[in-house]
């Protein structure tokens, strides 16, 4: 790995300043760029950046024009990502893109034919891939430990999102949806853990307790708080989500479980236990084990996404350095948003979503 990569950030609100605060976990890191059109949103990161005090520039075009970075990180609001991402392609900077990819399926695409035709790194942002005990779960299903994989269940049960700068993320058209926006992680999740593409999608899903009396220029949000999304995969497979958005008093906040013909096995989170419960034949004694897994304090303290930022940084800059591969690609971002949007127009026509509707 280089002795020195140069890192530049564009968007300097909450998620950037989660990188920020665990790219100061890496010695050979210097942040040396933000770009942001908000003041106070810069002068709030640049604090995160302490003693490596990056210079500031209003867009990603005068920081790309200012020289000199190895890498950019993409943590914009969801709907510039397109525009964010333009320059960057053309620079031809290695880049990470927070999640979701773009709000739309036809940007997406976009995204994948620019990431394709690069000799850079690009790098979608899932950081639940990369939370130690959603890791160890993926492994252990993949290395068989429940038998042949048949049923995925995730659960996320958590507080209502946030206020961001301008309130963008109270409104689809800025966000994708929650289906998008929220749930591509998810989306990613089920398609890595099963092994197959989606052929389709039914969600249940509405507005019916958080931002009700929030108006915003007059308008009233429009994003989903709480669903049930089923997706049926190619193999046969079928995987669940359940998504609550006002259940902050939940002791985990998410919870995976796969059960195969052999056994069942389950990640919780934050208590960063998984459970494993093989198949024992009918009132015959349990054999439950129950493992935990543990998470570097320092990467849990640098954010909000147990552990997986730094995690998944890690990765990512060996990506950079030539040490290792690209784990999230531009297709996989693709196949999250399509997903997500395939679940928010099951939710609003209150149908069946084919794949193929997509083209996928």
């Not at 993409?74 to 893109?97: D, K, M, Y």
């Not at 591969?325 to 069946?352: F, H, I, N």
């Amino acid at each position: 790995m280089k002795n020195s990569v140069r890192v530049g950030i564009v968007g300097s609100g909450m998620m950037g300043r989660e990188h920020i605060r665990n790219l100061l976990l890496f010695p050979q890191v210097q942040i040396a760029a933000l770009a942001d059109p908000t003041p106070a949103s810069l002068e709030s990161a640049a604090r995160e950046a302490k003693g490596r005090a990056p210079e500031i520039f209003e867009n990603p075009q005068t920081m790309l024009a200012a020289g000199g970075l190895d890498a950019v990180i993409v943590a914009s609001p969801n709907f510039t990502h397109r525009q964010v991402l333009e320059p960057l392609f053309e620079a031809g900077v290695n880049i990470l893109c927070e999640k979701p990819l773009c709000t739309t399926v036809e940007d997406a695409r976009w995204a994948v034919e620019k990431a394709a035709a690069s000799k850079a790194v690009f790098w979608t942002g899932m950081e639940y891939r990369f939370m130690p005990p959603a890791a160890a779960f993926i492994d252990q299903v993949k290395e068989g430990r429940v038998g042949r994989l048949v049923m995925l269940s995730i659960r996320e049960h958590r507080f209502p999102f946030l206020v961001k700068v301008g309130d963008w993320n109270r409104f689809s058209r800025n966000t994708g949806g929650t289906m998008v926006e929220k749930c591509c992680h998810f989306f990613d999740l089920m398609r890595l853990i099963v092994g197959e593409e989606p052929v389709r999608v039914f969600c249940s899903g509405a507005m019916d307790v958080n931002h009700l009396d929030e108006r915003y220029g007059g308008e009233t949000p429009d994003i989903i708080d709480n669903s049930y999304t089923v997706v049926d995969f190619a193999g046969g497979q079928r995987a669940m989500l359940d998504l609550n958005m006002f259940a902050e008093g939940a002791r985990n906040q998410e919870e995976l479980a796969a059960v195969g013909d052999k056994a069942r096995l389950e990640a919780l989170i934050p208590d960063g236990d998984l459970v494993f419960s093989p198949r024992v034949g009918f009132r015959k004694p349990k054999q439950v084990q129950t493992t935990h897994i543990d998470v570097d304090q320092a990467a849990l303290d640098a954010g909000s996404h147990h552990g997986a930022t730094y995690y998944q940084l890690e990765a990512f800059l060996k990506a950079v350095a030539g040490d290792g591969p690209v784990q999230v690609t531009a297709e996989d971002g693709l196949r999250a948003v399509a997903m997500g949007a395939a679940a928010e127009l099951s939710a609003r026509e209150k149908r069946v979503v084919h794949m193929s509707e997509f083209g996928l």
